[in-house]
């Protein structure tokens, strides 16, 4: 890396200044001439017939515009439903979100009605008022009873509540379970809660009459599927709709999706001729905005007598909530995940979505990779325990050697494409986590410490994560005649420091000032396509992309300088704002200069016959992910009184082939580290029977803070990847990905004097102490 | 427009004479009326800590406090930080240096607590950063380097005022 | 999550707040808003009136006088946090204070909307409970005080009336030199806890306990004192093994149970926190701590 000047660097982020200073742009902060503040009206039950809604009475009210139900907002509408779902052939039906509901509620929160008024205030108190007339009908909450003979239908027009089922495997399962020596299987039931950014969603939205404009500002992480979701719902052109993505604070997934009350602000806003906005509150987020919940699991793994690996099966039922809103990929990356780092000769995963009467589910960081590998993980831990082998001289027999890579494995992914380990060493990984953990030091400690009466544990997890989805992410790089660098990009930033790592990989190939460079990002009108941020993915694509357009503009740029200069251009070299020659700085000519000769002059032909314009559009196309891997190693203290878990050391050593920026990684990896922790031992989004959210506001949904956070010790490997021209691999979801099974397997490790082994996330400190009285209570009585 | 009252108050040193609606919280009325909208909202019910101003000096949650009830106060939000124009407070350049922002959307409430937190404690233990910014929710960054922040902030306050 | 409309009133004087409370429909107090607040945006409560303590005079004071301490219902929690009165004079408040909120909601949050909002997970009314607080309260008739015991009536519900405010409490101190401790345990730090317990002992140059407090807080509908531990630690040294004993009579405690605690798991959790206090307030007692 050495003489690079800033790619690889610790680079100040550029986002930061204005961030710092109260001078970011949130899409709460826009505030424009005439704008209105919309409310929702929202379901308050699981599932009810809608029999009338009267607004009368919220719209008697002073400041109040207008209340919109899906009848009002039929006339505008060219389809009523938000068509998402990504393709697959295992759905067994197709259930779309209205834009809004339509004469059938299916869960808590959905939007009925939306409600314009001069402040939010008024907005809220006329939203109180819209009387809806409800005939509730039973509600199904639980996943697995949906199943079940006799279920109530979440929607009352479905045959049942089977929204998907699928499966995937490779090998000869059947015969290699029935000839195994060892097999041991495990229950595990699995729940993420929410994204829970710290901003909520929202939207603003003006329509200009004259242009027929619609400009929709949305704390989105996909600004062209909204665009491309509404010219299908709004039957509009591609010049009719720009959708712009402000600071965003936070995405974490959820606001990947495109949601009904997008499409019902641009609307209001379309009829009341005024700007709306929409700021998402809290509960509303915690009601209406996608999440993960529940999977649970049946799974068996049969080893040989040394503990290799020998088939993995299993079943997963997947609570999908009462819509599609992105597909069936969460529940896919969870049966695709869960063999992947290790060598298992044979595996059969069969996967149920099921529909219940809550908020759907799409992917929270991570995306489901969590869950598939706590199940390797903690078979791995059954079988080590069983077969009375070390728990990390299991996953050293069996991980796949670095010199196996690239390894095919025998599945394929969503997009039907081989699923192929690409570069890293895992086990060097592994060794080097344990080793700053002192995992072979362990027992000693643990010893020592229980004879203090202190409950101490140590638990390690690999993983590898498919990153960088394609198929691509466009760049478009330019340099003006006022010799500024602009990049337009596809992508979408919501705090991953999108904007820094596309300029440090521009800066690189043209001139090195970072400050010369404008990035702009999350905008439709300015690249035709855009896939946006998620699967840990920009990097990769928009990083490539933005390389060869890079790299494109410099040859362009040396070769219309050298023609000006009279030089050649292998003699040429870009520093800061110029082009000199190499050896004689006076020699020289400005970026601006450059770029205002291939501008154009009436009557004048281009320099050197090169094609207008000082600048290049690339979709560096992708086809395969790149897997990142890592591993995590934690050691805990439990408190068997009161169950509280506390971190001792938390190590996370990891991969992800090149880095752009080694200060910007470790944020990520730390960051999704601690949405792990906060999924395995605090967050849980709780339904009653009745499908009724019961933990809406950050008093009974707990998030991680920083007195429970530990300090994470980093440690980084470097395999770059060939699939791209950067080495890069993605990061933004690394951390969280073997968080549950670490930690879990090192709360077992502490109480294993207890005997008590546990295959749930999350774990809550109740259920610690029920564990280690169930075992006493058992023990008292077998004493 | 419901009952309303006009207030004065001082916000980031300008004095501000509004008439506001009884009901507005001090959050709404400093971004909405006052245009400061670098103060944010994250949960409105006390827990985040994005909307933490400085009130009189003390950090207190603006969405918990009406805005009526800052009559004759002295506010400090995240606009006000900064020494001028040009120049960062030292926990600003903290932050930036040690990547304590991600999203940036609890950044406002971060700095202000700290800044209280470091006049009540011009040196302090990592575990005294983390239990100070307890009342501040981060989802990006894992606090790691806001922790980090805030210690080298206290280091370079400290060398400033030649401790 | 807006507030919902309503009137505001900002009295300067106790007097005037009682007439307020006298002549309004559907008022609510407005302490510190720590509480209230959260509860207005959420629109839980729906008050047509609201009125406003923050400019009443006089109560917001921490006063001792041969061992009693006085404190004004306005007094801010960080103002008790950094008192020298409370540290020397009542400790027990101040290991509590420790572990109550944030700093931005002690800066905000007072004693008197502790007191009446009386949640009963919150460490100030167990912090009263123990000391034996007196509570003093201001209605139409004058002032009345209210002993803490007769203070909660039923959950979340103060023994004032609709008329009255609280305008103080008075808490006797112990002798100098004894021992206390407020544990409790929560989630997270600053989180309501599920369960507490407040110790405070008093021990005789033998070693044994010569006077004893124990309060458990998160448990039942209002702390709660465990009388029958407080008469049977009488005499005893600080031997551990005897106070786990002692404490498993927590489990009888009448508990709260919901999705985030069973009542089995807090009356558990009674016994382990008082525990833990009373060895913690033993320790400090015969300075071993």
Redesign the interface.
């Known amino acids: 890396m050495s003489g690079w000047k800033v790619f690889g660097s610790r680079a100040?982020?550029l986002?930061?200044?204005a961030?710092?200073?109260?001078?970011?742009?949130?899409v709460?902060?826009i505030?424009l001439p005439e704008m209105v503040h919309a409310a929702f009206v929202r379901s308050p039950h699981g599932h009810a017939k809608i029999l009338g809604i009267d607004k009368e009475a919220a719209l008697s009210i002073a400041?109040v515009y207008g209340v919109f139900t899906l009848e009002d907002l039929r006339p505008f509408l060219n389809n009523e439903r938000l068509v998402v779902g990504l393709p697959s052939p295992s759905y067994k039906q197709e259930l779309d979100r209205p834009a809004l509901a339509d004469d059938e509620v299916v869960y808590v929160g959905e939007p009925v009605a939306i409600v314009v008024a001069?402040?939010r205030?008024i907005a809220e108190d006329a939203a109180a008022m819209v009387d809806v007339d409800y005939d509730i009908l039973p509600a199904v909450s639980d996943c697995r009873a949906a199943l079940e003979e006799g279920a109530p239908l979440a929607h009352s027009s479905s045959p049942h509540n089977i929204l998907a089922q699928f499966d995937m495997g490779y090998g000869a399962v059947d015969s290699v379970f029935e000839s195994a020596s060892h097999k041991f299987s495990e229950s595990m039931w699995q729940h993420r809660g929410g994204?829970?950014?710290?901003?909520?969603r929202g939207a603003v939205s003006i329509y200009d009459p004259v242009e027929e404009l619609v400009t929709l500002y949305s704390a989105t992480q996909a600004a062209h599927t909204a665009k491309n979701i509404l010219i299908d719902m709004l039957g509009l052109n591609e010049t009719q709709i720009r959708v712009i993505i402000p600071?965003?604070?936070?995405g974490?997934g959820p606001k990947l999706v495109f949601y009904q009350e997008d499409v019902s602000v641009v609307l209001a806003a379309k009829i009341l001729g005024r700007p709306v906005k929409w700021?998402e509150?809290?509960r509303e987020h915690f009601i209406s905005t996608t999440q993960e919940r529940d999977q649970f699991w049946e799974v068996e793994i049969a080893v040989d007598d040394d503990g290799k690996i020998l088939g993995l099966r299993g079943s997963m039922i997947h609570d999908h909530g009462a819509y599609t809103a992105r597909g069936i990929n969460l529940a896919f990356n969870s049966a695709l995940i869960v063999s992947l780092p290790y060598d298992v000769p044979c595996y059969y995963m069969d996967v149920v979505l099921a529909l219940t009467n809550k908020v759907p589910v799409t992917p929270v960081r991570g995306a489901g990779h969590p869950q598939g590998i706590f199940v390797m993980e903690r078979l791995l831990d059954r079988a080590a325990r069983e077969l009375g082998i070390d728990r990390a001289e299991i996953r050293r027999r069996n991980l796949i050697p670095s010199e196996e890579l690239p390894y095919t494995k025998g599945l394929k992914t969503r997009g039907d494409a081989p699923v192929v380990l690409d570069s890293g060493d895992y086990l060097a990984c592994m060794e080097d986590a344990m080793e700053r953990i002192d995992f072979v030091g362990f027992p000693e400690r643990q010893e020592q410490a229980l004879k203090e009466g202190r409950y101490i544990g140590v638990g390690l997890a690999n993983y590898v994560k498919g990153t960088g989805r394609g198929p691509f992410e466009t760049v478009t790089v330019r340099i003006g005649p006022s010799g500024k660098i602009m990049v337009y990009s596809g992508a979408a930033a919501?705090?991953?420091?999108t904007r820094t790592m596309l300029t440090q990989i521009v800066a690189e190939h043209l001139g090195g000032d970072m400050n010369n460079i404008e990035v702009v990002t999350g905008d439709s009108s300015v690249v035709a396509m855009g896939i946006g941020g998620s699967a840990s993915r920009q990097t990769v694509t928009a990083g490539s992309s933005a390389l060869l357009a890079a790299q494109e503009v410099r040859d362009k740029a040396l070769k219309v300088a050298a023609h000006i200069l009279e030089a050649s251009e292998e003699d040429l070299e870009i520093e800061g704002g110029e082009i000199r020659v190499k050896g004689v700085p006076d020699l020289k000519v400005e970026l601006g200069t450059v770029a205002h000769a291939v501008a154009g002059t009436p009557g004048f032909a281009l320099p050197g016959g090169i094609e207008p314009g000082m600048e290049s559009t690339q979709n560096f196309m992708i086809d395969d992910l790149t897997f990142v891997n890592g591993t995590a190693a934690v050691e805990v203290e439990v408190d068997p009184e009161t169950g509280k878990v506390s971190f001792l050391k938390y190590v996370i050593v990891h991969d992800c082939g090149t880095v752009v920026n080694p200060?910007?990684v470790?944020?990520q990896v730390?960051?999704?580290?601690?949405?792990g922790i906060g999924n395995t031992l605090f967050e849980w989004m709780g339904y009653d029977e009745t499908a009724q959210p019961i933990t809406t506001?950050?008093?009974e949904y707990l998030?991680v803070?920083?007195?429970e956070?530990p300090?994470?010790e980093l440690g980084h490997m470097e395999s770059p990847t060939p699939l791209n021209p950067l080495g890069v691999k993605g990061v933004g979801e690394c951390?969280v990905v073997p968080a549950p099974a670490a930690i879990i397997s090192a709360v077992e490790n502490a109480l294993s004097p207890f005997e008590i082994s546990i295959g749930q996330v999350p774990l809550r400190p109740p259920e610690i102490v029920e564990k280690i009285q169930d075992f006493k209570a058992a023990n008292s009585q077998a004493g | 427009?419901?009952?309303s009252?006009k207030i004065s108050l001082s916000v980031n040193g300008k004095t501000y004479e509004e008439e506001v609606?009884?009901?507005?919280?001090l959050a709404?009325f400093l971004?909405?009326q006052l245009?400061?909208?670098?103060?944010?909202?994250?949960?409105?019910?006390?827990?985040?800590?994005?909307c933490?101003i400085l009130?009189n000096g003390?950090?207190?949650?603006s969405?918990?406090?009406?805005a009526?009830?800052a009559d004759g106060q002295e506010i400090t939000?995240?606009?006000g930080?900064?020494p001028s124009e040009d120049e960062?407070h030292p926990l600003?350049e903290a932050?930036?240096?040690n990547?304590g922002?991600?999203?940036?959307?609890?950044?406002?409430g971060m700095?202000t607590?700290l800044i209280?937190?470091l006049g009540d404690n011009p040196d302090p233990t990592?575990?005294e950063?983390?239990?100070?910014?307890?009342?501040?929710?981060?989802?990006?960054?894992?606090?790691?380097?806001?922790?980090a922040a805030a210690l080298d902030a206290a280091q370079r306050l400290r060398e400033a005022n030649g401790a | 999550?807006?507030?919902?409309?309503?009137?505001?009133h900002?009295p300067s004087s106790v007097g005037e707040v009682i007439s307020l409370l006298g002549e309004l429909e559907n008022p609510k107090l407005?302490a510190g808003?720590?509480s209230l607040?959260?509860m207005l945006?959420?629109r839980y409560v729906m008050p047509d009136h609201?009125i406003?303590l923050?400019k009443v005079e006089g109560l917001s004071y921490i006063e001792e006088n041969g061992g009693t301490i006085s404190i004004g219902g306005m007094t801010r929690q960080?103002e008790l946090e950094y008192s020298d009165v409370i540290r020397a004079k009542c400790p027990l408040m101040y290991d509590a204070l420790l572990q109550v909120?944030?700093?931005?909601?002690r800066?905000?949050g007072t004693i008197g909307g502790s007191l009446s909002h009386l949640d009963p997970a919150a460490e100030l009314p167990t912090v009263c409970a123990a000391h034996d607080a007196t509570i003093l309260v201001q209605g139409p008739n004058g002032e009345r005080e209210i002993p803490f015991p007769d203070f909660p009536v039923a959950y979340m519900t103060p023994a004032t009336e609709m008329d009255e405010l609280l305008t103080g409490v008075k808490i006797q101190a112990w002798s100098d030199g004894h021992g206390y401790a407020f544990v409790e345990f929560a989630r997270?730090?600053?989180d309501f806890a599920i369960t507490s317990a407040a110790a405070m002992l008093e021990v005789g140059g033998d070693g044994g306990i010569t006077r004893a407090s124990l309060t458990v807080g998160g448990v039942s509908a209002a702390p709660i004192r465990m009388n029958e531990i407080e008469q049977a630690l009488i005499g005893q040294a600080g031997d551990e093994e005897k106070f786990r004993e002692l404490c498993e009579s927590c489990r009888e405690i009448d508990a709260l149970g919901d999705v985030y605690a069973s009542s089995e798991y807090r009356q558990h959790l009674a016994t382990v926190m008082s525990r833990r206090a009373l060895v913690k307030a033993y320790d400090r007692a015969t300075g071993k701590a």
């Open positions: 100040k982020r986002e930061d200044p961030l710092l200073t109260g001078q970011g742009r949130f709460d902060d505030i400041g001069d402040t205030y994204s829970q950014s710290i901003e909520c600071d965003v604070g936070g974490f700021a509150d809290r919501m705090g991953q420091s200060m910007i470790d944020g730390v960051g999704g580290t601690a949405h506001n950050f008093a998030l803070s920083a007195p956070m300090h994470v951390g | 427009m419901g009952e009252r609606e009884v009901r507005f919280t709404d971004r909405q245009g400061l909208t670098g103060t944010h909202l994250g949960c409105e019910h006390g827990v985040c800590g994005a933490t009130l003390r950090s207190a949650r969405c918990l406090m009406l009526v009830q939000t995240i606009e930080i900064a960062m600003q932050f930036r240096d990547h922002l991600q999203c940036g959307f609890c950044t406002p700095l607590t209280e937190f990592e575990q950063v983390r239990e100070a910014i307890s009342g501040n929710l981060c989802r990006c960054t894992g606090y790691q380097g806001i922790v | 999550m807006k507030p919902p409309p309503f009137s505001y900002d407005l808003g720590q607040m959260p945006n959420m609201v406003d923050n960080r909120g944030h700093r931005q909601t800066n905000r997270r730090h600053g």
